[in-house]
């Protein structure tokens, strides 16, 4: 038995097809979801769900009542490297800050509270 060229080429094209479209399925929610621009978008960026981060925020806000964002954005920024590079960092050096009950490493909960105090200042 042999196969022509033309029925593969068309199942080829049909498979390649239907995964593309699982994957713009997949991922389209994400990618069309409103997020929040400030100017803290360089740190606040590294946070894939905002949704949870604002949560994680509020309650690290509801906490430090003269949380400052300018102040702790300027923190993050001069230790430089990405969030995890942080977040590891903090762990070696024992620095934590708990929300919520969670124990996270210090550079975690601040993007997060970066981000949900400048979610209630756009609304």
């Known amino acids: 038995m042999s196969v022509t060229r033309r029925p593969l080429v068309l199942s080829a094209l049909a498979l390649i097809g239907v995964g593309i479209a699982g994957g713009i399925a997949v991922e389209a929610p994400r990618l069309l979801k409103k997020r929040i621009h400030s100017p803290y978008d360089d740190i606040t960026d590294q946070l894939a769900d905002q ?3 604002i949560k994680v ?4 806000i509801a906490k430090d009542r003269d949380f400052d964002a300018a ?7 001069i230790r430089k490297g990405t969030l ?3 977040a590891k960092a903090d762990i070696k050096a024992g620095r934590t800050r708990e929300a919520n009950g969670w124990v996270l490493p210090e550079s975690l909960p601040l993007v997060c509270a970066i981000l949900a105090a400048q979610a209630a200042r756009t609304g």
């Open 84 to 86: 995890a590079d942080m």
């Open 51 to 53: 949704d949870q981060a």
């Open 57 to 60: 925020g509020r309650a690290v």
């Open 71 to 77: 102040k702790s954005a300027n923190v993050l920024r």
